[in-house]
Each structure stands twice: as structure tokens, then as C-alpha cells.
């Protein structure tokens, strides 16, 4: 227990050592773990081995819905054509490519194992390009459609790495069985999804003090998930599709809930992201140990093909679907956002967006646990079919996109000029914020017509705020709207107005502090005072 206790509390280290380098040399951390990861991997020394039952139950579940209570529905619904077209259809030609060319140039391979290596390394894990596209600030729609694609094709991967894998086992691959065991997958995870969503919702209104909201946060992702493994569905879909009910009504709740909860979460995901990137990079010894039984030209064929359709495959759909005149495209919603003029779902993407998308296709641990699923041997007792060669095919994939893609996609986007616009991104939220206060100075009116004394001097104190408030806020709205460029205008006025307030919080806090080493003031008076000093501090607005 001890050698354990030292191998996690090392590895905490080095992720946060990692995240340190990362945010100052620009370097994604999930590129530069795997690499941490192998070097530590060929030094002497315990090595963890990556068990899938663990990745697919205890982190797979949370950083799922982690990443889908961050998510916005209404974006993924607005650009669910792409979405589905990336998550759903491109994982699936894939899977089938990949299956195909192991089946047609790799010496002994079926086509039921080609397919099986293909679905595991379809779906594109978007923490990278997610953390580098923040960043370097890429589009929020850009940013939309990868984090959209990342939620939804783990499901579509493990549904059809399930169904491969029976027919690698059985008695081999059959169409009928493949699409009824995939469409049954599918929508009984979106059914179980949505019943735990609006259960754990009901849950809320019973009790939503922060303690009890964030116990059933954390629970809900691995009750999710092991409801619909329970019946033979897509656990992991479930797992998406609560997190993104539950995290577009989060609003309903508390605002001590979701304070607690947004940073429950950002602590779990930080600490499982960096572990599952630093472990895979230990897996190189184990992938080529099996490698001895197979000639030289059977592997560089078996990775050539795995590559080079990731590579490829994924660029030449999306140029393919945006070729295609609006008329041919699948209508899948239609709202009344998506009727208004020059509204984001009806433009295609643009040059720049394909090829910024095209190189947004990291994969990543899920991957490598789907493949390590694999079972040792058929139902007939021989051994699963070239199951070191998947294993070895998956890791350099994850390699090559993980390291590869991941230390070039901020350099290439930084190339195409994809930008974000914030001048736009700030106004509309400084808009948001002027509209919220005038709301607020109605419901005083409101309350001065027919409350007592004591409230009509109350609603005059409240009003003087709100209405500095106001005037900063409109302020800061003209300032952006004469604005010509796509940044954020700087204003001296503002900038100054922002330190002296900071500055005249850190004195308060210094003065708690001396009242409490002079022994006039105990721990537990401070520390509340200093949450009403940090709450105080979050509501400064930072220059956007």
C-alpha cells in the first residue's frame, strides 16, 4: 500500500509539474504526459498496467460528464448536423475502412478484428484540442463541434467494438445482428440518460444544499453508467446524455451548489486527465512484448493502414460533407433560431474551420481501454485474433495523434488566423449584464409600491448600487461598441478601477489576518470573513 500511496502522490506531482510547464510554454499537457510517460516507462521501476474494467468504470464515466455538464445542449443542437456526421457517421466508415483494409492486406487478419481495432481508435478524444483551442482562442463554434463530437463518439465506438468483438468471438460477423445490437445500444442509452437526469433533478428539488447536491454529482455519472450496463445498453451515452440535461437546467439550482459542484468537478477532471495521459504512456513495454510472433512487413502494414485512414479518412469527409449542396444535407432540427437570417447552423464551414477540424482528431485513452478489453481467447478456446498487433496498432495511433497532432494544432491554428471574436464575445455579455441589473431596478419599483417604510429605504440603498452598477456596465458598452477590432479595447478608467477595488479587498484580508494573529479574532471568524471577501473578489468582472 505504501509503494502505491508513493506511485499516486509521484504522479500528482508530475501532472501538476506538467501543468506548471504547459501553461508557460504554450505545450498542451496532454501531449506532454504520454511522452513523460514512456520515459518513465523504459527506467527501473513498478509500472502500472492500464486495466480497462477500471478506465471504462471509474474514469471514463466521470470525465464523460464532466466534459457534458460544461457543454452547452443548445450550441450541440444548433450544430447537430456536424455534429452527428463527425460522432455517428465518420466513426462508423472508419471502423468499417480500417476493418476492410485488415481484412484485405494484413496476412490472417479477419474482418471481425480489423473492425474491433477500428472502432477503438475512431473516436477522437478532444481534451488536447479542446485545451489548445481555449487557449490560442479559436471560435466558439469550433470549440462546439469538438466538444460535441468528443461526448457522442465513445458511444457510437463501444457499441461497434461490442458488436465486433462478438463476431470475432462467435460464430462470425452478420449485418442484421450488428445494426439491431447498435440501434438498441443507442437509444436505450439515451433512454436511461434521460430517466437518470430528470430522477437526479427531482433528487434537487427534495434537498439542494451544496454537501447533499454535490454527493449526487459525483454519483450520478457512475449511476448512469452502470444502469444501462446493467441492461445491456450504452453506458457511456447514458453517461452523456444526463450530464448534458443536468447541465443545461443547472441554472435551476443554488448558487452555493453550483459554486461547490463547478469546482468539485474541475478538480476531478484535472487530476483523472492527467493520470490517464500519464498512464498511457506506460503501456510501451506491454504493447511490444507480443509483438515477436509477427514479421516485420505485417506490422509496418497492419500501422501503416491504421494511420494512415485516421490521418486521412477524417480530413476527406469533412471536405466531402461540405461539398454537398444544402439540399442533399439531413435536416435534423429546426427551430426558431435555426429560421433566422444568417444563423450559424445554415453556414457551412468555412476552408480555414476544415482544416483546423481535420487536425483536431487526437485520441486518447479510451482507445487504449477499449482495445485492452479485448478478450484473450474466442468462445472456441483459441486465442482472439491478432490481438497484440491491435494493441500495438492502437498505441502508436494514440501516439501519433496524441503527441503529434497535439504539440501542432495551436501553431496551426495560430497559422489560419482562426480567432475568436471577443470584442463581440464581451459585448454580448456586458449586454447580458446591463438587461439583468434593469430587471432588477424593475423589481424594486415593484417592491416600493407596495412595501413598508423599512423596505422603501432598503429598496433606495439596493437601487444606488444597482444603478452604479448599471452605469459601469454601459459604460463598458460603449467603450466595445466603438470598438473596430476583434480585441478587447482597453480602458484606463476601467483597468483602474478594477486594481483599486482588488486592491482595497487584499487590505481587508491583511487586517482579518493581523485581527486573528493578535488573537482578536479565531480561525472560524475568518474564515468566514474570507469567503465573503473571495465571493466579493468573484464578482469583479475581469476584462471581458
Known amino acids: 500500500m505504501e509503494t502505491i500511496l508513493i506511485f499516486v502522490l509521484a504522479a500528482v506531482a508530475v501532472v501538476v509539474a506538467v501543468r506548471w510547464v504547459a501553461e508557460r510554454t504554450g505545450l498542451p499537457a496532454a501531449a506532454l504526459l504520454p511522452l513523460i510517460g ?37 450550441a450541440i443542437r444548433r450544430n447537430l448536423r456536424i455534429v452527428v456526421s463527425l460522432s455517428v457517421v465518420l466513426v462508423l466508415i472508419t471502423a468499417l475502412v480500417i476493418g476492410v483494409g485488415f481484412h484485405w492486406f494484413v496476412a490472417g487478419a479477419t474482418l471481425a478484428a480489423g473492425i474491433a481495432v477500428g472502432a477503438a481508435i475512431a473516436p477522437p478524444d478532444p481534451v488536447a484540442a479542446l485545451g489548445v483551442g481555449r487557449k490560442v482562442g479559436l471560435p466558439p463554434r469550433m ?59 427531482f433528487l434537487r428539488r427534495l434537498r439542494d444544499d451544496p454537501l447533499t447536491a454535490n454527493a449526487i454529482s459525483l454519483a450520478t ?40 459542484t463547478t469546482a468539485v468537478w474541475r478538480l476531478v477532471e484535472f487530476l483523472l486527465e492527467g493520470f490517464v495521459f500519464l498512464l498511457i504512456g506506460q503501456q510501451l513495454p506491454r504493447v511490444i512484448r507480443g509483438l515477436e510472433q509477427y514479421a516485420l512487413s505485417t506490422i509496418v502494414i497492419a500501422v501503416s493502414i491504421s494511420v494512415g485512414v485516421v490521418l486521412l479518412l477524417r480530413p476527406l469527409w469533412l471536405l466531402l ?32 474551420e476544415v482544416v483546423a477540424l481535420s487536425w483536431a482528431g487526437t485520441r486518447g485513452v479510451i482507445s487504449l481501454a477499449a482495445i485492452f478489453a479485448l478478450p484473450l481467447t474466442t468462445d472456441a478456446g483459441a486465442p482472439f485474433p491478432d490481438r497484440d498487433l491491435l494493441l500495438f496498432c492502437t498505441f502508436i495511433v494514440v501516439l501519433v495523434t496524441l503527441v503529434g497532432q497535439g504539440l501542432t494544432f495551436a501553431p496551426l491554428v495560430r497559422m489560419l488566423g482562426l480567432r475568436a471574436n471577443r470584442a463581440d464575445q464581451a459585448r454580448l455579455r456586458n ?47 460603449d467603450l466595445l461598441r466603438d470598438a473596430d477590432s476583434t480585441e478587447l479595447p482597453v480602458s ?37 470573513l474570507q469567503r465573503e471577501l473571495d465571493h466579493e473578489e468573484g464578482l469583479l468582472p475581469e476584462r471581458r
Open 492 to 528: 484606463e478608467r476601467y483597468e483602474a478601477a478594477l486594481r483599486v477595488r482588488r486592491s482595497a479587498i487584499d487590505a481587508q484580508r491583511e487586517e482579518v489576518i493581523r485581527w486573528r494573529d493578535a488573537g482578536r479574532l479565531p480561525d472560524e471568524g475568518l474564515r468566514v
Open 221 to 260: 455519472p457512475f449511476g448512469a453508467y452502470l444502469l444501462a450496463e446493467e441492461i445491456h445498453v450504452s453506458g457511456v451515452l447514458a453517461v452523456v446524455i444526463a450530464g448534458l440535461i443536468l447541465g443545461h437546467h443547472a441554472p435551476a439550482s443554488s448558487g452555493a451548489s453550483r459554486l461547490q
Open 321 to 352: 460533407t461540405q461539398s454537398l449542396p444544402r439540399s442533399l444535407h439531413t435536416r435534423l432540427i429546426r427551430d426558431e433560431a435555426d429560421e433566422a437570417e444568417d444563423c450559424e447552423p445554415r453556414r457551412g464551414l468555412a476552408g480555414r
Open 38 to 74: 514512456i520515459l518513465y516507462s523504459v527506467l527501473p521501476g513498478p509500472n502500472l498496467s492500464l486495466d480497462p474494467e477500471i478506465i471504462l468504470t471509474f474514469i471514463i464515466p466521470p470525465l464523460l460528464y464532466s466534459a457534458a455538464l460544461d457543454s452547452s445542449l443548445l
Open 431 to 477: 449586454e447580458a449584464r446591463a438587461a439583468s441589473v434593469e430587471a432588477a431596478l424593475e423589481r424594486l419599483d415593484e417592491i416600493a409600491l407596495e412595501g413598508d417604510a423599512e423596505e422603501v429605504r432598503a429598496v433606495e440603498v439596493t437601487r444606488a448600487q444597482l444603478s452604479a452598477r448599471l452605469a459601469r456596465y454601459q459604460g463598458r458598452l
Open 143 to 201: 470549440l462546439t463541434i469538438i466538444q460535441g463530437e468528443g461526448l457522442l463518439n465513445d458511444a457510437t465506438a463501444l457499441t461497434i467494438l461490442s458488436v465486433a468483438v462478438a463476431a470475432a468471438v462467435g460464430d462470425g460477423f452478420s449485418w442484421g445482428s450488428a445494426v439491431s445490437q447498435f440501434v438498441f445500444a443507442a437509444v436505450g442509452g439515451v433512454l436511461v440518460g434521460v430517466a437518470v437526469a430528470y430522477l437526479v433533478r
